[in-house]
Protein backbone atom coordinates (compact mmCIF):
# COMPACT_ATOMS: atom_id res chain seq x y z
CA UNK A 1 0.00 0.00 0.00
CA UNK A 2 1.20 3.45 -1.02
CA UNK A 3 2.11 5.77 1.87
CA UNK A 4 3.95 9.23 1.96
CA UNK A 5 7.24 10.33 4.09
CA UNK A 6 8.11 14.09 4.20
CA UNK A 7 11.76 14.32 4.95
CA UNK A 8 14.83 16.68 5.82
CA UNK A 9 17.41 15.25 3.08
CA UNK A 10 20.32 14.92 5.34
CA UNK A 11 22.31 12.78 2.41
CA UNK A 12 22.63 12.41 -1.19
CA UNK A 13 25.54 10.50 -2.01
CA UNK A 14 26.94 8.20 -4.74
CA UNK A 15 26.00 4.59 -4.40
CA UNK A 16 27.52 1.64 -6.70
CA UNK A 17 27.14 0.72 -9.27
CA UNK A 18 25.75 4.16 -10.64
CA UNK A 19 23.30 5.54 -8.12
CA UNK A 20 22.69 7.57 -5.52
CA UNK A 21 21.89 6.99 -1.92
CA UNK A 22 18.97 9.46 -0.39
CA UNK A 23 18.90 9.37 3.05
CA UNK A 24 17.14 11.54 5.93
CA UNK A 25 15.18 12.14 9.39
CA UNK A 26 11.59 12.04 8.81
CA UNK A 27 9.22 15.72 10.02
CA UNK A 28 6.49 14.82 12.23
CA UNK A 29 4.33 17.38 13.60
CA UNK A 30 6.29 16.96 17.15
CA UNK A 31 9.61 17.55 15.02
CA UNK A 32 12.30 15.25 13.53
CA UNK A 33 11.96 11.62 13.73
CA UNK A 34 13.44 8.27 13.00
CA UNK A 35 15.59 8.00 9.35
CA UNK A 36 14.25 6.56 6.32
CA UNK A 37 16.67 5.55 3.75
CA UNK A 38 14.55 5.70 0.13
CA UNK A 39 15.69 3.22 -1.94
CA UNK A 40 14.70 1.03 -5.48
CA UNK A 41 13.39 -2.09 -5.89
CA UNK A 42 16.54 -3.57 -7.78
CA UNK A 43 19.05 -5.52 -5.54
CA UNK A 44 21.85 -3.08 -5.09
CA UNK A 45 19.05 -1.27 -4.16
CA UNK A 46 20.46 2.45 -5.68
CA UNK A 47 18.10 5.33 -6.99
CA UNK A 48 19.28 6.51 -10.49
CA UNK A 49 18.61 10.01 -11.31
CA UNK A 50 14.91 9.85 -12.87
CA UNK A 51 14.08 7.88 -9.67
CA UNK A 52 15.10 10.98 -7.22
CA UNK A 53 13.86 13.63 -9.08
CA UNK A 54 11.42 16.65 -8.76
CA UNK A 55 8.59 17.39 -11.53
CA UNK A 56 10.57 20.23 -12.97
CA UNK A 57 13.43 17.63 -13.56
CA UNK A 58 15.73 19.57 -10.91
CA UNK A 59 17.84 17.02 -8.30
CA UNK A 60 17.05 17.41 -4.43
CA UNK A 61 20.14 19.06 -2.23
CA UNK A 62 21.05 18.82 1.12
CA UNK A 63 18.47 20.21 3.52
CA UNK A 64 15.76 20.02 1.46
CA UNK A 65 12.22 19.33 2.92
CA UNK A 66 11.02 16.85 1.04
CA UNK A 67 7.74 14.06 0.29
CA UNK A 68 8.37 10.76 -1.12
CA UNK A 69 5.69 8.22 -2.00
CA UNK A 70 6.30 4.67 -0.49
CA UNK A 71 5.66 1.22 -0.81
CA UNK A 72 6.75 -0.53 1.48
CA UNK A 73 9.36 -1.06 4.67
CA UNK A 74 12.24 -3.04 3.47
CA UNK A 75 14.94 -3.34 6.36
CA UNK A 76 18.26 -5.42 5.06
CA UNK A 77 20.23 -6.70 8.20
CA UNK A 78 21.28 -3.55 10.28
CA UNK A 79 19.70 -1.41 7.70
CA UNK A 80 16.35 -0.65 9.10
CA UNK A 81 15.43 2.49 7.63
CA UNK A 82 14.93 1.13 4.15
CA UNK A 83 11.88 1.74 2.44
CA UNK A 84 10.99 0.95 -1.12
CA UNK A 85 9.74 4.08 -3.34
CA UNK A 86 7.01 3.70 -6.20
CA UNK A 87 8.93 5.00 -8.92
CA UNK A 88 5.06 6.28 -10.37
CA UNK A 89 5.45 9.48 -8.68
CA UNK A 90 8.17 12.35 -8.37
CA UNK A 91 9.23 13.52 -5.35
CA UNK A 92 8.11 16.97 -3.94
CA UNK A 93 10.03 19.59 -2.34
CA UNK A 94 8.01 21.05 0.48
CA UNK A 95 10.59 23.26 2.12
CA UNK A 96 13.92 23.73 3.42
CA UNK A 97 16.04 24.38 6.63
CA UNK A 98 18.62 26.95 7.13
CA UNK A 99 22.02 25.99 9.32
CA UNK A 100 20.32 27.43 12.81
CA UNK A 101 17.56 24.35 12.71
CA UNK A 102 19.42 21.82 11.25
CA UNK A 103 21.12 21.80 14.52
CA UNK A 104 17.92 20.44 16.05
CA UNK A 105 18.70 17.32 14.13
CA UNK A 106 21.93 16.44 15.56
CA UNK A 107 22.37 13.33 17.43
CA UNK A 108 24.37 12.04 20.08
CA UNK A 109 24.98 8.35 19.07
CA UNK A 110 26.57 7.43 22.39
CA UNK A 111 30.13 6.07 23.04
CA UNK A 112 31.49 5.19 20.14
CA UNK A 113 29.54 5.17 16.44
CA UNK A 114 28.24 1.50 16.46
CA UNK A 115 31.76 -0.67 17.34
CA UNK A 116 35.25 0.64 17.37
CA UNK A 117 38.61 -1.63 17.29
CA UNK A 118 38.20 -2.86 13.56
CA UNK A 119 40.09 -0.42 10.86
CA UNK A 120 40.63 -0.71 7.39
CA UNK A 121 44.28 -0.31 5.69
CA UNK A 122 43.23 3.47 4.75
CA UNK A 123 40.74 4.02 7.76
CA UNK A 124 39.98 4.39 11.40
CA UNK A 125 37.53 2.44 13.04
CA UNK A 126 35.55 2.52 9.79
CA UNK A 127 34.55 -0.98 9.79
CA UNK A 128 32.42 -3.51 11.20
CA UNK A 129 32.57 -6.83 10.78
CA UNK A 130 29.11 -8.70 9.24
CA UNK A 131 29.11 -11.31 12.52
CA UNK A 132 28.70 -7.97 14.44
CA UNK A 133 26.05 -6.42 12.30
CA UNK A 134 23.31 -7.88 14.13
CA UNK A 135 23.62 -5.78 17.07
CA UNK A 136 22.74 -2.79 15.79
CA UNK A 137 19.49 -1.57 14.73
CA UNK A 138 20.07 1.58 12.89
CA UNK A 139 22.63 2.51 10.56
CA UNK A 140 22.32 6.81 9.65
CA UNK A 141 23.39 9.14 12.62
CA UNK A 142 23.75 13.18 12.17
CA UNK A 143 26.70 14.20 14.03
CA UNK A 144 28.53 17.47 15.30
CA UNK A 145 32.90 16.30 14.77
CA UNK A 146 35.33 17.83 16.53
CA UNK A 147 38.60 18.44 14.85
CA UNK A 148 37.48 17.41 11.44
CA UNK A 149 39.39 17.51 8.10
CA UNK A 150 39.52 16.44 4.47
CA UNK A 151 42.04 14.72 3.76
CA UNK A 152 42.58 14.17 -0.21
CA UNK A 153 45.38 11.45 -1.06
CA UNK A 154 46.17 8.80 -3.24
CA UNK A 155 45.60 4.98 -2.19
CA UNK A 156 46.10 1.92 -3.49
CA UNK A 157 43.10 -0.10 -4.95
CA UNK A 158 42.44 -3.50 -4.00
CA UNK A 159 42.99 -4.18 -7.68
CA UNK A 160 46.20 -2.38 -7.79
CA UNK A 161 47.52 0.77 -8.80
CA UNK A 162 46.66 4.41 -7.27
CA UNK A 163 43.53 6.53 -6.89
CA UNK A 164 43.04 9.59 -5.25
CA UNK A 165 40.51 9.67 -2.51
CA UNK A 166 38.94 12.01 -0.26
CA UNK A 167 38.22 11.28 3.31
CA UNK A 168 37.28 12.95 6.20
CA UNK A 169 39.28 12.39 9.91
CA UNK A 170 37.44 13.28 12.68
CA UNK A 171 36.75 13.00 16.48
CA UNK A 172 33.94 12.59 18.13
CA UNK A 173 33.46 11.51 22.10
CA UNK A 174 36.90 11.48 23.16
CA UNK A 175 37.37 8.84 19.73
CA UNK A 176 39.28 9.36 16.14
CA UNK A 177 37.42 8.31 13.18
CA UNK A 178 39.29 8.40 9.55
CA UNK A 179 35.88 7.44 6.91
CA UNK A 180 35.85 7.81 2.98
CA UNK A 181 33.52 10.46 1.76
CA UNK A 182 30.68 9.78 -0.31
CA UNK A 183 29.31 13.14 -0.64
CA UNK A 184 29.51 13.68 -4.41
CA UNK A 185 29.73 17.51 -4.23
CA UNK A 186 32.79 17.88 -1.77
CA UNK A 187 34.25 15.16 -3.21
CA UNK A 188 34.14 17.02 -6.55
CA UNK A 189 35.48 20.00 -4.58
CA UNK A 190 38.23 18.64 -2.82
CA UNK A 191 39.27 16.47 -6.10
CA UNK A 192 39.88 19.57 -8.01
CA UNK A 193 42.94 20.88 -5.21
CA UNK A 194 45.91 19.17 -4.31
CA UNK A 195 46.51 16.19 -1.83
CA UNK A 196 46.74 17.67 1.71
CA UNK A 197 44.44 18.02 4.83
CA UNK A 198 41.62 20.67 5.11
CA UNK A 199 40.78 22.43 8.52
CA UNK A 200 36.64 22.49 8.20
CA UNK A 201 36.00 24.30 11.57
CA UNK A 202 32.18 23.89 11.81
CA UNK A 203 30.41 21.41 10.32
CA UNK A 204 28.08 18.36 10.84
CA UNK A 205 28.15 14.73 9.42
CA UNK A 206 26.00 12.28 8.18
CA UNK A 207 27.43 9.13 9.14
CA UNK A 208 26.31 5.59 7.68
CA UNK A 209 26.94 2.24 7.94
CA UNK A 210 26.85 0.70 4.36
CA UNK A 211 26.44 -2.67 2.79
CA UNK A 212 28.49 -5.59 3.29
CA UNK A 213 31.42 -5.74 1.42
CA UNK A 214 34.01 -8.87 1.31
CA UNK A 215 32.91 -9.62 5.15
CA UNK A 216 32.46 -6.04 6.68
CA UNK A 217 30.28 -2.64 6.44
CA UNK A 218 31.84 0.38 5.85
CA UNK A 219 31.53 3.29 7.69
CA UNK A 220 30.93 6.64 5.29
CA UNK A 221 30.94 10.54 5.64
CA UNK A 222 27.51 10.59 2.96
CA UNK A 223 27.37 14.22 3.70
CA UNK A 224 29.21 16.78 4.91
CA UNK A 225 27.34 20.25 5.84
CA UNK A 226 28.79 23.42 6.69
CA UNK A 227 27.06 26.80 7.32
CA UNK A 228 27.88 27.90 3.72
CA UNK A 229 26.34 25.01 2.17
CA UNK A 230 23.32 25.32 4.19
CA UNK A 231 23.03 28.70 3.32
CA UNK A 232 22.95 28.00 -0.83
Known amino acids: MRYTRTILCLANSRKPPSGFCVA ?26 SERQYEDGSDPKLLDVISIELCRRQPHLHQHENHCIDGGYFWLKRDRVDWQKLQTAVEDPGPTLWLNGCSSSHGVNDRVPEAMLSRFSRSLFLVRPQELKIIVASEESEFGGLRRRVRARFKLNGNWYLFPVTDPVIERMFLRGKDGESTLPEAVLCVSLGEVYHGYAYKLAASVITPLRAGL
Open 24 to 49: GREITSSGFGGWIRPISARPSAELSV
